[in-house]
């Protein structure tokens, strides 16, 4: 995985205890398979959240793993334009059903 390039949605903030545990999984998992990860903290903000997906979209990582707070709706017109771009995409924590029956991901 060294030449990827992937976009990880943490949650909260950094340094709260949710969003601590989840980027300390998520750094070992990189240390563990060599991926270059962007560590994305939103504080739970969800329009903060679908800027940033616009953002993360526009930078054509070869993966994002998104939180699906946002829902469906607000993720839809981002993951369709991902799936364009060829960009693999995972949803976690809240599952964006319609999302993933149009375009894959879980």
Known sequence: CKDVHIRFFVGGAEGDAFGT???????QAAADLGPK????????????MVQQLREAVAVKP????????????AIMPL????HKDGIKMMYQNV??????AAFGGG
């Open 62 to 73: 070869q993966g994002i793993a998104m939180m699906g707070h946002p829902g469906d709706a």
């Open 95 to 100: 599952p964006v059903p319609t999302v993933v």
């Open 37 to 48: 990860v962007d560590y994305i903290f939103s504080g739970w903000d969800v329009e903060k």
């Open 21 to 27: 545990i989840v980027y300390n999984g998520a750094k």
């Open 79 to 82: 993951a369709e334009q991902a």
